[in-house]
């Protein structure tokens, strides 16, 4: 019985942890992508999506191997196990954002590097010289 | 911006760089900038010469503010942060380093230090020398 609810926490935590990290990626890291491919909005919201699933699979994946574990004799140990499996998850969902981080950044950079373009976007145009 | 992406992201064939004649690190940046090897040319123009803000109306309101300004050969027009990242960018040394200070998790750091580094700079160096009459500065 401690068993199945440890699994049963363990399982609603980090799976709506990993969907709150997911639709946080997903959200914020849309400008990233839309400014990496150069205001492409349709590519820019298909590697979003394609990233997300990635990141969902990878991490759900991850918490269903996680799982399994020693038989928890009392309540003090199920609330240990069940903190330390919580704890792993948290830090690959931690490394896994960063991760995510890391790959926007990269992409915008070596898009721009490839074409040479100016590494910010203008703030206005003007007419130059007076005729 | 409301601007065509073919043109934001173009490449610019020459930058015109409005600095500052009047404070000593400007002066300083446009020595360094003459000796650099630079990818893009650049065309040095002092904003607070009347020739320079005759010649670009356009811009006198943002060079009576004292702003650092960059303007592009097809009239795209960057201010402060920008516009010092556009000056690293023309460089062949720095292009790189242009890249990454922009990214997005680094500019606002960038922003802040730019822009802690433009509010001192009269602060920072001697007073220069330079001869802007003409609206092309000579220092010597």
């Known amino acids: 019985m401690l068993s199945l609810l440890s699994y049963s926490v363990y399982l609603v935590i980090t ?14 890291g849309r400008a990233f992508l839309v400014d990496a491919f150069h205001e492409n909005e349709a590519l820019a919201d298909s590697v979003n999506h394609l990233l997300l699933v990635g990141f969902y699979l990878i991490n759900t994946g991850y918490v269903c191997l996680a799982l399994q574990s020693r038989h928890p004799l009392d309540a003090a140990m199920a609330l240990e196990i069940l903190s330390s499996k919580l704890g792993e998850v948290l ?7 960063f991760f995510n981080l890391y790959l926007f950044s990269r992409f915008r950079r070596s898009a721009l590097i490839t074409r040479g373009a100016p590494p910010i976007i203008h703030d206005t145009v003007v007419q130059g010289r007076a005729s | ?16 760089v409005f600095y500052d004649g009047r404070c000593a690190l400007c002066t300083k940046v446009h020595d360094w900038l003459s000796r650099t090897e630079l990818l893009i040319p650049i065309e040095l123009r002092d904003l607070r010469s009347n020739s ?3 010649e670009y109306p356009a ?19 960057y201010f402060d942060t920008k516009a010092k ?7 062949s040394r720095y292009r790189d380093l242009s890249y990454r200070l922009s990214a997005p998790l680094l500019y606002p750091s960038t922003d802040r230090i730019f822009s ?8 920072l160096g001697s007073p220069p020398v330079a001869d802007c009459r003409s609206g092309v500065c000579t220092h010597g």
């Open chain 2, 59 to 77: 811009l006198r309101d943002a060079m009576l503010s004292g702003q650092f300004i960059v303007l592009a050969d097809d009239g795209r027009t």
């Open chain 2, 116 to 123: 802690a580094v433009a509010a001192g700079r009269w602060m």
């Open chain 2, 1 to 16: 911006m409301s601007t065509p992406t073919t043109v934001a992201f173009a490449t610019p064939k020459q930058l015109t």
């Open chain 1, 91 to 97: 830090l690959i969902l931690g490394g896994m954002h």
């Open chain 1, 15 to 28: 799976l709506a942890v990993t969907v709150y990290v997911g639709q946080s990626l997903f959200r914020h």
């Open chain 2, 85 to 91: 990242l556009m000056v690293l960018y023309a460089t």
């Open chain 2, 52 to 54: 320079t803000q005759t």
